[in-house]
């Protein structure tokens, strides 16, 4: 076996950086977390975590550490009929998860520290080389350095660099809405509750959840065209006017309303690696595979990433094999969460006759019987997923 300085070294100490972390070093593993911030701010990201993320997540034996940043969210209001209880209509009988990003990365990292990982924070990673063993090149107050490991674990997010050095192909799927989010307080909105409401007519979504300390993640989704793109405070008036348009609790805005966080919108186009392994590297959370944030999914698919590499690089001494079976197996459950919102914005969000015809079929049933919407985004990618799941949510015969 060539000679290494690591056993796995991260790049990204975000949430699927610092989750592999933690779990590899509580099996035994030498782990190093690369992490260019020295403390993480709000960067307008994932706060809602729904009932199949927080299964996850305590399987990694996380659960503790994202609670200490928000709080529990038993109900989710959708405008359907009453609120759901999650914990009553979820096959793993959870509730959801509401938290502040940032403190939820510090908890994160803190928890693969004292896990006994090394982390050196603001430090830069400048290169990623394939190979046998994989390097990471990397920037530290003005010096560079190289270390070599069994495998390298890319974790740099969205706009990760590290899957372009590494020379992964990205296949990526264009949607033509924006993704805005704001931390508010002082919202007339229930506690207990996340509120998601999909608007066809207007082909905008809301999402709102409590996070705790009187702070409340606030989004919105809107089609690009023809709308003012939403970044910063100034825009809060229309963010505000557009989501009053969009749900049919519009009260919930009212109050004492303020804006405690950047205002900030993200395209919604999906880009993702077929393949998120080769020759040393793998890929995990939204480097792998950026979901459509809409749809609140990244974060478990994260956590998902997490368990699935961690189990085959502990399940097979072989990393090179172990690195494959993950991506195949990343492909197969991602593809599910894919598919499953690519439904839920064919029904709910495109606009033009061929939506309009969609809808007139399926609207009257799912308000019958909401029941008939896949609950793949709830629920998680175990959840069946094939024509008789798509005929039935489009009102057409099985
Ligand atoms: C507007 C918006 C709303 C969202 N809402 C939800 C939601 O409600 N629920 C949900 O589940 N998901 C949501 N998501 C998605 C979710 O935020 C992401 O899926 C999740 O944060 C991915 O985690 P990650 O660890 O892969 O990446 P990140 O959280 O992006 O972490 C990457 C880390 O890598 C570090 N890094 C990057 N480059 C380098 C480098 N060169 N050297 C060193 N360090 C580096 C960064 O500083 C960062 O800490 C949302 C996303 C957006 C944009």
């Not at 050095?165 to 805005?180: N, S």
């Amino acid at each position: 076996m060539p000679a290494h300085d690591y056993d796995v070294i991260v790049v990204g100490g975000g949430l699927g950086g610092s989750a592999l972390a933690k779990v590899m070093t509580d099996a035994g593993a030498r782990v190093l977390v690369l992490e260019q911030e020295a403390r993480f701010k709000d960067r307008v990201r994932g706060e809602f975590m729904p009932p199949w993320g927080v299964a996850e997540a305590r399987r990694l034996g996380l659960e503790d550490a994202l609670e200490t940043c928000g709080c529990w969210v038993p109900h989710l209001e959708m405008g359907l009929s009453q609120p759901r209880d999650l914990v009553a209509t979820t096959p793993h009988a959870l509730p959801a998860l509401g938290f502040s990003h940032p403190e939820m990365q510090e908890a994160s990292l803190q928890a693969a520290a004292t896990a006994g990982a090394d982390v050196r924070r603001e430090v830069t990673v400048i290169g990623v080389e394939p190979g046998e063993p994989p390097r990471v090149r990397f920037r530290n107050s003005g010096s560079a350095e190289t270390l070599s490991a069994r495998i390298v674990v890319a974790s740099d997010g969205r706009n990760s660099a590290a899957r372009k050095w590494a020379g992964f192909a990205v296949t990526r799927q264009a949607h033509p809405f924006l993704f805005a989010g704001v931390l508010l307080t002082g919202l007339a909105m229930p506690r207990d509750m996340a509120h998601y409401f999909l608007n066809p007519a207007v082909a905008m979504v809301v999402g709102l959840v409590y996070e705790g300390r009187d702070r409340f993640r606030a989004y919105l989704a809107y089609p690009t065209e023809g709308m003012e793109r939403l970044q910063g405070e100034q825009t809060l008036p229309r963010f505000l006017e557009y989501s009053r348009r969009t749900t049919v609790f519009p009260n919930f805005y009212d109050g004492s309303l303020r804006c405690i966080g950047p205002l900030a919108s993200f395209t919604c186009d999906e880009d993702w690696v077929e393949h998120p392994y080769s020759n040393g590297v793998a890929l995990i959370g939204d480097a792998a595979a950026t979901s459509d944030p809409a749809y609140g999914q990244g974060m478990s698919l994260t956590l998902r990433d997490v368990r699935t590499l961690s189990e085959a690089l502990l399940g097979n001494s072989d990393w090179d094999s172990a690195g494959h079976d993950y991506a195949v197996e990343h492909q197969r459950y991602f593809s599910v969460i894919h598919t499953s919102c690519e439904w839920l914005r064919q029904i709910f969000q495109e606009q033009g006759p061929e939506a309009d015809r969609r809808r007139a079929a399926a609207m009257p049933r799912i308000q019958e019987d909401p029941t008939r919407i896949p609950d793949h985004i709830i629920s998680g990618p175990e959840l069946p997923i094939d024509e008789g799941v798509r005929a039935r949510f489009f009102g057409e015969p099985a």
